[in-house]
């Protein structure tokens, strides 16, 4: 990875870090994590879109890989992690990988939240 790819993938991580601090700051917090579910949702929404423009044959073709650095690895992966996650799981099931699609679901959420747990309680 070129020196300049690494630029486009901070600067876009920068933006979508500051975009998902500032919906932190807009969307009013209730009995559920309103703004995190907003965010989530909305990153995967973002990703699927741009990987779809991206792929061989999107309007984008395979597009420039410093776009792709800024906006699917920067943006996305600042504004939301979660989008990676989900768009790993949707290629996994359109390689016919249902298994593996599963699997990265029930880890990701199970380890996670396990590893969460422990963080917690080591901190205490």
Same mark, same amino acid.
């Not at 559920?32 to 779809?52: D, F, H, K, Q, Y």
């Given at each position: 990875m070129s020196a300049a790819t690494i630029l486009w993938v901070a600067l876009g991580g920068a933006l979508g870090s500051v975009l998902r601090a500032l919906a932190g700051f807009v969307i009013p917090a209730g009995?559920?994590?309103?703004?995190?579910?907003?965010?989530?949702?909305? *990153?995967? @929404?973002?990703? *699927?879109? @741009?990987?779809?423009r991206f792929a061989p044959g999107g309007a984008a073709g395979e597009g420039s890989m410093r776009a792709q650095a800024f906006w699917v690895v920067g943006v996305c992966g600042g504004f939301t992690t979660f989008s990676t996650f989900s768009w790993q799981t949707i290629e996994q099931m359109q390689k016919g990988g249902w298994g593996a699609a599963a699997a990265n679901v029930v880890l990701s959420v199970v380890l996670c939240l396990g590893a969460t747990w422990a963080g917690w309680k080591i901190a205490q």
């Open positions: 009995r559920l994590p309103w703004a995190t579910i907003v965010v989530n949702v909305g *990153g995967s @929404l973002l990703i *699927g879109w @741009l990987m779809a």
